[in-house]
C-alpha cells in the first residue's frame, strides 16, 4: 500500500486553467504538507495543516488554495495557472505537530503550463 | 530566520570511497536536522534525523550523521558509497519557534561512480 499517495503524477495545462492536485495519507498521521520543488530542485513549503487546521501558509499567492476534508486527505486547487507555476509539487505528512518524526513524501505531481 | 546550507552542489566519489555531504544551519536555540534523499522522478525519501542526544545518528542505508554544534553543522557521511547512493541529498532543519515546519538546503547531488 502507498503511504502517501499524490494524483495525477503528471499534469499538463494551459495557463488560465484551474486545477487539482488530491493527495491521501494511510499512515494516521495528524499533519500533512505541500512543498514546491522548483526547475533547480529547490524545496519550498506552501502549506501545513494539522487535524485539518491550517497551520503555516507561506507567501502563496491566493491563486493557490488548500482543502483538508479530513486528516487523512489534503488537497490543492489552482485558479488561473501561470507559466510560472510549473514545478513539482508534493505532498508530505508527519505524525505530529512535534517535528520529532521524518516526514513521508508522496512521489509528486508534474505540473506543466504551457 | 532558520536557514540551511548545503554548500556543494554535486559530489563526485569513486565506489568504495568514504562519501560526506556537507551540511551547515543557522537557528538559535536547538535545532531538529534531517536528511533525506531524493531519486529521480521519485519523491524525497527520510534518511535519519538529529534532535537530542548522542551526537552520532545511525540511519537508513548505511548512513550516518555527526551534529556539531560548535561549527552547527550536520554533515552526512557513508563509509563506503555505492553505485547506488547516487541521488539527490537535501539537509533540512526545524526550529520550534518558527512552527513545525521543515527548511531544506539547496541540495547537493552526489555521483558514485564504479
Known amino acids: 500500500d502507498t503511504a502517501v499517495s499524490q494524483t495525477p503524477k503528471y499534469l499538463v495545462t494551459q495557463m488560465g486553467n484551474d486545477k487539482s492536485i488530491k493527495c491521501e495519507q494511510n499512515l494516521g498521521h495528524d499533519t500533512m504538507y505541500w512543498y514546491k520543488q522548483d526547475s533547480k530542485k529547490f524545496l519550498k513549503i506552501m502549506f501545513s495543516y494539522n487535524n485539518k487546521e491550517l497551520i503555516i501558509n507561506e507567501t502563496v499567492p491566493n491563486r493557490f488554495s488548500p482543502k483538508s476534508p479530513d486528516k487523512a486527505h489534503l488537497n490543492l486547487h489552482i485558479n488561473s495557472l501561470e507559466l510560472g507555476d510549473s514545478a513539482v509539487y508534493f505532498c508530505?505528512?508527519?505524525?505530529?505537530?512535534?517535528?520529532?518524526?521524518?516526514?513521508?513524501f508522496g512521489s509528486g505531481t508534474r505540473l506543466t503550463v504551457v | 530566520a532558520q536557514s540551511v546550507a548545503q554548500p556543494e552542489d554535486q559530489v563526485n566519489v569513486a565506489e568504495g570511497n568514504p562519501l560526506t555531504v556537507k551540511c551547515t544551519y543557522s537557528v538559535s536555540g536547538n535545532p531538529y536536522l534531517f536528511w533525506y534523499v531524493q531519486y529521480p522522478n521519485r519523491g524525497l525519501q527520510f534518511l535519519l534525523k538529529?534532535?537530542?542526544?548522542?551526537?552520532l545518528v545511525k540511519g537508513s542505508y548505511g548512513f550516518e550523521a555527526e551534529f556539531n554544534k560548535s561549527q552547527t553543522s550536520f554533515h552526512l557521511k557513508k563509509p563506503s558509497a555505492l553505485v547506488s547512493d547516487s541521488a539527490l541529498y537535501f539537509c533540512a532543519v526545524r526550529y520550534g519557534a518558527a512552527g513545525n515546519k521543515l527548511t531544506f538546503g539547496g541540495g547537493t547531488r552526489v555521483l558514485v561512480k564504479p
Open positions: 538529529y534532535i537530542t542526544g548522542d551526537n
Open positions: 508530505a505528512s508527519t505524525q505530529d505537530w512535534t517535528g520529532a518524526y521524518g516526514y513521508t
